[in-house]
């Protein structure tokens, strides 16, 4: 299994009055934890486009498990889960850093458009099943 590891310290900015970091920026820390996956892999989201496509994400689950608070730090786990179909599926953990304890766990799916067309690609980009092929998933 591909995975990946970022640790993010709670900024100010993204907790309530209370010093607990709003939900909606869990969203965030997925998206640093799919950065910290295509520096490690070779799939950024500029390599993507460079090969003609982007990949939208259609699907997106959080389970939130516990609280974070402002100054903690945030381990975030990032695996990514083949599929024979033409996605791009993350599934992730979130630690306290300090404590290992879960805090949340979700998954996000990317589809394939061509860039020009915008057309929704049913078949795998032969970048990607290249990609698939240099880290032994075909």
């Known amino acids: 299994?591909?995975?990946?590891?970022?640790?993010?310290k709670v900024r100010f900015n993204e907790t309530d009055p209370l010093g607990i970091t709003w939900h909606g920026h869990y969203v965030t820390y997925f998206e640093d934890g799919r950065e910290a996956f295509g520096t490690?892999?070779?799939?950024?989201?500029?390599?993507?486009f460079k090969n003609g496509f982007v990949a939208p994400i259609v699907n997106?689950?959080?389970d939130f498990k516990k609280m974070l608070r402002y100054g903690e730090s945030v381990l975030i786990e990032t695996s990514f889960e083949d599929s024979h179909a033409a996605k791009i599926?993350?599934?992730y953990t979130l630690y306290n850093a300090a404590?290992?304890?879960i805090l949340a766990t979700g998954s996000t799916t990317q589809v394939f458009l061509d860039i020009e067309k915008q057309q929704l690609q049913l078949q795998s980009p032969a970048f990607f099943l290249n990609w698939k092929r240099s880290h032994n998933l075909l």
């Open 99 to 101: 404590t290992s304890e």
């Open 89 to 91: 599926i993350f599934k």
């Open 40 to 48: 490690k892999y070779g799939l950024h989201y500029l390599d993507i």
């Open 60 to 62: 997106l689950n959080c």
């Open 1 to 8: 299994m591909l995975t990946a590891t970022a640790t993010i």
